[in-house]
């Protein structure tokens, strides 16, 4: 009942000029459409402002001038209801919500009204800085499940800017797996009316090329509740996810490096001296559970770190503070789990707000380094112990030379017994060099000189000529040589002048060890008559010089008739530890 002279409805208990009014001063937007709903017959004032015309100048205007193609559905001759975007007369564009009421009219009456005004107005106010931070706005009218984007979310998914596909369309430039998430998700998101956002793969329509979008929506909704539609922005996040994953992948060739070099991460949090452990390792040097939890500088350096280590651990941390240097220091800790000393190298550099500025935070790598300091005094200690076997061995040599000279009836004979006792000498080194912690075993040397004098029946049978009977003892190189020299000067006297000089000759050695003493007897029989000697050779001197003065022996010798007989009691000395390679 609409009187097109009076461009109003004329209801039964409503004047023309009261119905008129109660059409403008309407607050939601007000049209009415010609019978093929192509036409704007009249709009009312409200419907005038929001679109930036002045009142009246809607009245015969074309419907598609100010709402866009997509409005007319599947191009059917008449407008669609739902969420539309209305053109302004300034160009720009407003979203509203347009409801048809008297459908079976011969002219259909719209309702209009503002979709989330506030948000809109913010929308208009920050179109620009949207489209500057590269977002793209984009609407999702469930109503007819069509898509609208912008032409910035147009440009990102690779679309043309306004209508464009409905979910279905474009769900296959998404990964399958992350379509059915998204759906998943969209769909809870609106059912519990909160926001929603989520990141994805997304194949670009115009070239297929893939690229990372981040999206994020809200629903909106109908007077009743009623979700009708979904507004939110999207993003080309290809090149942080990128970063992202260059980042991660950065992260986890240093945890290799790291790891396999031993070395503990760790960040130390200036203002609240808090600490964080970025790898196992650095639980390991410190003997901590993850579950136990990091330290901090304080408990550090009053609990951890040796007392006179702490001093040197302060200066470096205010040197590398005050200079802005790297901070290096070592210093030994004790170990939580085993209560161990180890020794650690710490190395880092603080991180600043700016430069010149306040330290943040701590960046840096610790390091056990206790085997390779152990290693260290362990050269150390063996390089002062070949330089003083080399004084002893040249001393030795020495001795040697003159005793062998004074003492040689001939150049024959000298040279006889020289190279003899320089072999014993080389010998004894040689078996000193081939054992892994530099000592030599008293039955191989003793067996090296008197097994070519040995004699048995049987391979199995006992040794009719010599006889060695005691504990395995490894002698270290100090008496080792001295010693060494001793059992060959010995066994060369007895093939000379004593047992093994005749066929009959017998030579038993027994040896022990008690409370770190060596006992040695040698004792001969079977050979020819002895008789004290009536001059000091080197095997006297050698004996009651070297092994008395080196050695610390005490050495007694019977030269009874019916065979030599000598005993010797040597202290053994401790072995360092640090010499040995295998501690």
């Given at each position: 009942?609409?009187?097109?002279?009076?461009?109003?409805?004329?209801?039964?208990?409503?004047?023309?000029?009261?119905?008129r009014?109660?059409?403008?001063?309407?607050?939601?937007?007000l049209?009415?459409?010609?019978?093929?709903?192509?036409?704007?017959?009249?709009?009312?004032?409200?419907?005038?402002?929001w679109?930036?015309?002045?009142?009246?100048?809607l009245?015969?205007?074309?419907?598609?001038?100010?709402?866009?193609?997509?409005?007319?559905g599947?191009?059917g001759?008449?407008?669609?209801?739902?969420?539309?975007?209305?053109?302004?007369?300034?160009?720009?564009?407003?979203?509203l919500?347009?409801?048809?009421?008297?459908?079976?009219?011969?002219?259909?009456?719209?309702?209009v009204?503002?979709?989330?005004?506030?948000?809109?107005?913010?929308?208009?106010?920050?179109?620009?800085?949207?489209?500057?931070?590269?977002?793209?706005?984009?609407?999702?009218?469930?109503v007819?499940?069509?898509?609208?984007?912008s032409?910035?979310?147009?440009?990102?998914?690779?679309?043309?800017p306004?209508?464009?596909?409905?979910?279905?369309?474009?769900?296959g430039?998404?990964?399958?797996e992350?379509?059915?998430?998204?759906?998943?998700?969209?769909?809870?998101?609106i059912?519990?009316?909160?926001?929603?956002?989520?990141?994805?793969?997304?194949?670009?329509?115009?070239?297929?090329?893939?690229?990372?979008?981040?999206?994020?929506?809200?629903?909106?909704?109908a007077?009743?509740?009623?979700?009708v539609?979904i507004?939110?922005?999207v993003?080309?996040?290809?090149?942080?996810?990128e970063?992202?994953?260059?980042?991660?992948?950065?992260?986890?060739?240093?945890r290799?490096?790291t790891?396999?070099?031993?070395?503990?991460?760790?960040?130390?949090?200036?203002l609240?001296?808090?600490?964080?452990?970025?790898?196992?390792?650095?639980?390991?040097?410190?003997?901590?559970?993850?579950?136990?939890?990091?330290?901090?500088?304080?408990?550090?350096?009053?609990?951890?770190?040796?007392?006179?280590?702490?001093?040197?651990?302060?200066?470096?941390?205010l040197?590398?503070?005050?200079?802005?240097?790297?901070l290096?220091?070592?210093?030994?800790?004790?170990?939580h789990?085993?209560?161990?000393w180890?020794?650690?190298?710490?190395?880092?550099?603080?991180?600043?707000?700016?430069?010149?500025?306040?330290?943040?935070?701590?960046?840096?790598?610790?390091?056990d380094?206790?085997?390779?300091?152990?290693?260290?005094?362990?050269?150390?200690?063996?390089?002062?112990?070949?330089?003083?076997?080399?004084?002893?061995?040249?001393?030795?040599?020495?001795?040697i030379?003159?005793?062998?000279?004074?003492?040689?009836?001939?150049?024959?004979?000298?040279?006889?017994?020289?190279?003899?006792?320089?072999?014993?000498?080389?010998h004894?080194?040689?078996?000193?060099?081939?054992?892994?912690?530099?000592?030599?075993?008293?039955?191989?040397?003793?067996a090296?000189?008197?097994?070519?004098?040995?004699?048995?029946e049987?391979?199995?049978?006992?040794?009719?000529?010599?006889?060695?009977?005691?504990p395995?003892?490894?002698?270290?190189?100090?008496?080792?040589?001295?010693?060494?020299?001793?059992?060959?000067?010995?066994?060369?006297?007895?093939?000379?002048?004593?047992?093994?000089?005749?066929?009959?000759?017998?030579?038993?050695?027994?040896?022990?060890v008690?409370?770190?003493v060596?006992?040695?007897d040698?004792?001969?029989?079977?050979?020819?008559?002895v008789?004290?000697?009536?001059r000091?050779?080197?095997?006297?001197?050698?004996?009651?010089?070297?092994?008395?003065?080196?050695?610390?022996?005490q050495?007694t010798?019977?030269?009874?008739?019916?065979?030599?007989?000598?005993?010797?009691?040597?202290?053994?000395?401790t072995r360092?530890?640090?010499?040995?390679?295998?501690?």
């Amino acid at each position: 009942m609409y009187d097109s002279a009076d461009k109003g409805f004329r209801p039964a208990d409503l004047s023309p000029a009261l119905y008129r009014a109660a059409f403008d001063g309407a607050p939601v937007g007000l049209a009415v459409f010609t019978p093929d709903g192509r036409t704007i017959r009249t709009a009312n004032a409200c419907l005038c402002r929001w679109l930036g015309y002045a009142p009246g100048t809607l009245d015969g205007c074309p419907i598609d001038r100010v709402i866009g193609r997509e409005a007319f559905g599947d191009g059917g001759p008449e407008v669609k209801a739902g969420i539309r975007r209305w053109l302004r007369a300034d160009g720009s564009s407003l979203d509203l919500r347009l409801t048809l009421s008297g459908e079976d009219a011969a002219e259909p009456v719209a309702v209009v009204t503002v979709v989330d005004a506030d948000d809109l107005v913010r929308a208009e106010q920050n179109r620009d800085a949207l489209t500057a931070a590269g977002l793209g706005e984009w609407r999702w009218d469930l109503v007819t499940g069509q898509m609208v984007f912008s032409r910035r979310a147009a440009q990102i998914l690779g679309y043309a800017p306004g209508r464009s596909v409905t979910w279905v369309g474009m769900r296959g430039q998404v990964d399958p797996e992350d379509a059915e998430r998204i759906q998943a998700a969209v769909a809870a998101a609106i059912a519990e009316r909160r926001p929603y956002a989520f990141q994805t793969r997304f194949r670009r329509a115009t070239d297929g090329a893939e690229i990372w979008i981040g999206a994020r929506g809200e629903a909106l909704l109908a007077a009743d509740g009623t979700p009708v539609g979904i507004v939110g922005v999207v993003q080309d996040v290809t090149t942080r996810v990128e970063a992202r994953e260059a980042l991660a992948e950065r992260e986890e060739r240093l945890r290799v490096a790291t790891t396999v070099a031993d070395l503990g991460i760790f960040e130390w949090h200036v203002l609240d001296d808090r600490a964080t452990w970025e790898n196992e390792r650095m639980f390991a040097i410190f003997g901590r559970r993850p579950e136990e939890g990091s330290i901090g500088k304080a408990t550090f350096l009053k609990e951890i770190l040796h007392p006179e280590d702490r001093p040197v651990f302060r200066q470096a941390i205010l040197r590398a503070l005050r200079e802005d240097v790297i901070l290096h220091a070592t210093g030994r800790i004790r170990r939580h789990d085993d209560g161990q000393w180890r020794t650690i190298d710490m190395a880092g550099r603080f991180e600043r707000t700016r430069p010149g500025g306040l330290p943040r935070r701590l960046i840096g790598v610790v390091a056990d380094v206790t085997d390779r300091h152990l290693s260290e005094e362990r050269r150390s200690l063996l390089i002062r112990e070949l330089h003083h076997r080399v004084k002893n061995t040249l001393a030795t040599v020495q001795a040697i030379v003159g005793s062998t000279a004074r003492t040689a009836t001939s150049i024959d004979s000298f040279h006889e017994a020289f190279v003899g006792r320089i072999k014993s000498l080389a010998h004894t080194h040689s078996v000193l060099t081939e054992a892994t912690w530099q000592t030599a075993s008293l039955r191989d040397l003793l067996a090296s000189e008197l097994m070519p004098y040995a004699e048995s029946e049987t391979e199995t049978s006992p040794d009719l000529r010599i006889v060695l009977d005691g504990p395995a003892v490894d002698l270290p190189s100090e008496v080792a040589v001295p010693i060494g020299m001793a059992i060959h000067e010995l066994t060369t006297n007895a093939a000379k002048y004593g047992a093994l000089s005749t066929g009959r000759g017998r030579i038993t050695i027994t040896w022990s060890v008690e409370a770190g003493v060596l006992h040695l007897d040698w004792r001969e029989s079977g050979g020819p008559t002895v008789a004290p000697p009536t001059r000091q050779g080197f095997g006297s001197r050698l004996l009651q010089r070297v092994l008395t003065t080196q050695v610390q022996a005490q050495i007694t010798t019977d030269y009874a008739p019916e065979g030599f007989h000598l005993t010797l009691a040597a202290p053994l000395p401790t072995r360092n530890p640090a010499l040995n390679p295998l501690a």
